[in-house]
């Protein structure tokens, strides 16, 4: 028969068991950024060209989650990882209500420009960074504020494009899909569904030499329509699922994410890689998957 002592002691460890997994979801909210590193030669990719490139996807910047000086510490250790390019993959607003404040765009793109690299940072935008945007939701032809906040920081921004780069005089591209979910479905929008604004035609086009190709788009969802001129796809968004119990991801953020939820894919030689992300939407929580930031050491 237990004791009225070992009866106490049973029920305070329970307390404490129970304490400590309501606490750790939030743990790997604020948690510091683990490195992912991948290290291989993408299909197609050129003898010789050596690239070392940081991602850094889904930062959802707000208070008390994600804030300036949390960003401010992870570019730091962005750039304590000596890069040759650096990429971001959108999603740098947060569109969450379980927040005690805004991070206007001022600020997290201030923190964003102490980034640098010698082939330069660049950047696409995600969902939220679209749906935030209320001027953009209406009228198709404004700028997104995003874009303007982060080309004020000295930042490369692509929508439906792509740039020729070079490494040691080996050349490759750098392409930006438009996000796939940018424009929200509503009366008030006149559309009836969600519609992206990617054009993957476009973008390729915009390719005029047989240099690898670099794909970043911000939801994996593109991935089996993509060309196979394309070495590597980079995209964020899923969050790893964000609740991840050993691999049951109830709530995936678009099909594709329930498909490509985190890490690197390959199907009929097209490459994909998923990051993890940084930040939360929807809920600041996160199981099962810690943010991280990608090294990619291609070649």
């Known amino acids: 028969m237990i004791s009225r002592r070992g009866l106490l002691k049973l029920l305070g460890t329970g307390f404490l068991a129970l304490s400590a997994t ?3 979801p939030f743990v790997e909210v604020f948690g510091r950024p683990g490195i992912r590193q ?3 030669s993408p299909r197609g990719w050129t003898p010789g060209l050596k690239l070392k490139v940081a991602v850094l996807a889904d930062l959802h910047a707000c208070e008390p989650w994600m804030t300036v000086s949390r960003i401010d510490s992870i570019c730091r250790q962005t750039m304590d990882l000596e890069p040759d390019i650096i990429l971001l993959l959108g999603d ?3 569109s969450m209500n379980l927040v005690t404040g805004q991070v206007h765009s001022s600020e997290w793109s201030k923190s964003l420009s102490a980034l640098k690299a010698p082939l330069g940072v660049h950047a696409i935008l995600g969902n939220h960074d679209y749906w935030d945007d209320l001027t953009f939701q209406r009228d198709q032809a404004a700028a997104p504020y ?10 490369s921004t692509h929508v439906n494009d792509a740039v020729r780069l070079e490494k040691d005089g080996n050349g490759f591209w750098l392409a930006g899909l438009g996000d796939q979910l940018a424009l929200l479905p509503g009366r008030a929008h006149g559309r009836k569904r969600m519609q992206g604004i990617d054009d993957l035609d476009a973008t390729l086009a915009k390719i005029t030499d047989d240099a690898p190709v670099i794909m970043m788009a911000h939801e994996p969802d593109i ?6 001129r394309v070495s590597l796809t980079l995209s964020g968004h899923t969050h790893g699922g964000q609740l991840n119990f050993f691999g049951w991801r109830p709530f995936p953020a678009s099909r ?5 939820p985190a890490g690197y894919f390959n199907e009929d030689g097209r490459e994909l890689i998923v990051s993890r992300g940084l930040g939360c939407s ?3 929580l996160r199981i099962g998957s810690y943010p991280e930031i990608l090294l990619l050491e291609l070649g």
């Not at 995003?146 to 930042?155: E, H, Y």
């Not at 991935?223 to 196979?228: A, D, R, T």
Request: net charge positive; aromatic share 18%; hydrophobic share 50%.
């Open 92 to 94: 740098y607003v947060s």
């Open 256 to 260: 594709g994410s329930a498909v490509y």
């Open 282 to 284: 929807v809920l600041p």
């Open 38 to 40: 991948y290290a291989f």
């Open 22 to 24: 309501a606490a750790y």
């Open 223 to 228: 991935f089996p329509s993509m060309s196979p």
């Open 146 to 155: 995003v874009v303007k906040a982060l080309r004020n920081a000295g930042i």
